[in-house]
C-alpha cells in the first residue's frame, strides 16, 4: 500500500494538509498585492543601493520577502516584526518577575496571555517599521500625510494577516504555521 493510499484514509489528516496548503497559498499570494502610497521608482532606487542588506534581510525573513519588497507588497514587513516580538518577550520573560510567574505558575492562562503580550508587541514593531518605510518610499514632494497613514496601516495589517495565517496553520493545520510561513518565504 503506497503512502497516497494510506492519506486517502485519514481524511482528517487530509483535511489538515490542504487547510495548510490553501493558506500558504494565500500567503504566497498576499506578497503580490501593492502597498498604496508608496513610489516604485523610489523602491528600486533603494534596492539597488542597499544590495547584499536586502539580501541578508530576505534570508532572515523566509527568502520571498526580496520581492514582495521590490512590490512593496502588504506584507512587505513579513513575518519579522512577530519574531522580533517573540525574542523581546521570551527576554522580558527572564527579567521581569511579573512575566516569569506567568510563564511559570499560571499555566495555559499565563501562556495565552504572554502571547496577547506578543501581539501587542508586533503592532507596536509593525507601526514603527511601516511608518519609516512610509516616509522612505513616498513620492518625491507628496506631503499627503493620510496616504502615509494609510500605507503605515496597510503594512500593519499585513503583518497582522500574516500572524494569523500563522496561527490558524498551527491550530487547524500542520505544523508551526509561523515556521511553515518563513519556509514557503
Do not use: H
Not at 494577516?161 to 514557503?184: D, H, P, R, V
Amino acid at each position: 500500500m503506497s503512502g497516497v493510499e494510506n492519506l486517502a484514509r485519514l481524511p482528517e489528516l487530509k483535511k489538515k494538509l490542504l487547510w495548510t496548503f490553501f493558506l500558504l497559498a494565500v500567503y504566497r499570494v498576499s506578497l503580490i498585492i501593492p502597498a498604496p502610497g508608496i513610489d516604485p521608482d523610489r523602491v528600486r532606487q533603494i534596492m539597488d543601493q542597499a544590495g547584499q542588506l536586502v539580501g541578508l534581510f530576505n534570508m532572515f525573513s523566509g527568502g520571498g520577502l526580496q520581492n514582495a519588497l521590490q512590490q512593496m507588497s502588504i506584507c512587505a514587513l513579513g513575518i519579522m516584526p512577530y519574531i522580533s516580538a517573540s525574542i523581546i518577550i521570551q527576554l522580558l520573560t527572564v527579567a521581569v518577575p511579573e512575566l516569569k510567574r506567568l510563564q511559570k505558575e499560571e499555566g495555559a492562562a499565563g501562556r495565552k496571555k504572554i502571547t496577547q503580550y506578543t501581539r501587542y508587541g508586533t503592532v507596536l514593531i509593525t507601526l514603527i517599521q511601516g511608518s519609516a518605510i512610509a516616509f522612505a518610499l513616498k513620492p518625491e514632494g507628496a506631503t499627503n500625510f493620510g496616504m502615509i497613514i494609510t500605507t503605515v496601516i496597510t503594512l500593519t495589517a499585513g503583518t497582522i494577516f500574516l500572524m494569523w495565517i500563522g496561527e490558524q496553520m498551527t491550530e487547524k493545520g500542520i505544523g508551526n504555521g509561523i515556521s511553515l510561513i518563513i519556509f514557503a518565504g
